[in-house]
């Protein structure tokens, strides 16, 4: 079965400092894919950063990169240098891309930022 | 970027009915999902499709049904409605194939509220 795993209900972040948001995962299928979604209070999903699992190395998208460690079954997010617009809900997620092709989400992280 | 339309965007209806929500895409994605989410939680995976006449539960399925008739249209069947349905319904898609980075496009999502 797969499984997403965020402990981090809510996170303080002062301005211009960097945050890392934890997720760890569980499948049995040998191939997938991890991602990390921002929802802002309006509502919308936005695609932040994606990581494929046999990629050798960690994603990066601007100020956000992936941290991968494909033995601990972990992919934490971290954003550099905060800026107050990232204050939103951030969500882990994974697909199966052999077998299920099931996407499924993690309960989410609440980032605040602070001037 | 995909087109996905979520009718209605707002929906208040007694329990006992039956509802159908409709989410159409323009892109030609063969990947389509419905996801319920209730403000600032997680987001529960209800069916996903991987293509016409092809259906598949998730994690939250045993109450509604869905069908994929059409590429383009992946309608969800509540088909009796209880307040413990109130709740907000996303559609999302997702391209296939190898190269594509997995990001899942949503719709708006249809807001119901069963009283």
């Known amino acids: 079965a797969q499984k997403i795993t965020q402990t981090q209900p809510g996170m303080f972040v002062q301005e211009k400092e960097a945050v890392t948001l934890d997720c760890t995962y569980d499948t049995s299928d040998p191939s997938y894919g991890l991602f990390w979604y921002k929802q802002p209070s309006s509502g919308e999903m936005i695609f932040l950063i994606y990581q494929g699992s046999y990629d050798q190395q960690n994603a990066t998208e601007g100020r956000y990169s992936l941290n991968f460690q494909k033995a601990r079954k972990s992919a934490n997010l971290v954003i550099s240098a905060s800026q107050l617009g990232d204050s939103a809900m951030y969500f882990c997620?994974?697909?199966?891309?052999?077998?299920?092709?099931?996407?499924?989400f993690g309960t989410g992280t609440r980032l605040k930022v602070l001037a | 970027e995909a087109d996905i339309y979520q009718t209605p965007r707002y929906l208040v209806i007694g329990t006992g009915k039956k509802i159908t929500l409709e989410c159409s895409q323009t892109m030609g994605h063969d990947k389509m999902y419905w996801y319920q989410q209730d403000p600032g939680m997680e987001l529960h995976l209800i069916h996903y499709s991987y293509g016409v006449n092809s259906t598949e539960k998730g994690d939250l399925s045993s109450e509604s049904t869905v069908s994929r008739i059409r590429t383009e249209h992946f309608p969800l069947t509540l088909e009796s409605a209880r307040p413990s349905h109130t709740s907000q319904y996303l559609c999302?898609?997702?391209?296939?194939?190898?190269?594509?980075?997995?990001?899942?496009?949503f719709g708006e999502g249809s807001r119901l509220t069963v009283l």
């Open positions: 997620a994974m697909e199966a891309t052999s077998g299920t092709y099931k996407y499924i």
């Open positions: 999302a898609t997702k391209e296939s194939g190898t190269v594509n980075t997995g990001e899942l496009f």
